[in-house]
């Protein structure tokens, strides 16, 4: 099981970015795939999750309206689209998945990502 995000880089606050998570060693019909992330000093936050299916996301309260998760299932890539984008979310983010069919974020995640950089900074 690989994960590697893609994606990131310096944008202006109201910004968007698209990040993107491409998956190898399974498919994405059989995990679900989260997104975290971690600025410096914080502790490590989770951002959203996409079930297998497809058919349930979730997001925390602090991107909800903002960012969209999605599936690729030809391209085994989960995206998450980042949309008026705010300092506070600088951040490295990271997609892992738990080996879980189910979108949660409290799961034990066993699969991580190597991570990418965004910065949101006028």
């Known amino acids: 099981v690989q994960l590697q995000a893609s994606g990131g880089g310096l944008v202006q606050p109201g910004g968007s970015l698209r990040l993107s998570c491409a998956a190898s060693?399974?498919?994405?019909?059989?995990?679900?795939i989260g997104w975290f992330r971690q600025a410096p000093g914080k502790e490590r936050e989770g951002v959203s999750c996409i079930s297998s299916s497809g058919d349930s996301t979730y997001y925390a309260d602090s991107v909800k309206g903002r960012f969209t998760i999605s599936g690729d299932n030809a391209k085994n890539t989960v995206y998450l689209q980042m949309s008026s984008l705010k300092p506070e979310d600088t951040a490295v983010y990271y997609c892992?998945?738990?080996?879980?069919?189910?979108?949660?974020?409290?799961?034990?995640?066993?699969?991580w990502g190597q991570g990418t950089q965004v910065t949101v900074s006028s």
């Open positions: 892992a998945t738990a080996g879980q069919m189910s979108c949660g974020l409290e799961y034990k995640y066993d699969y």
């Open positions: 060693g399974f498919t994405l019909d059989v995990y679900a």
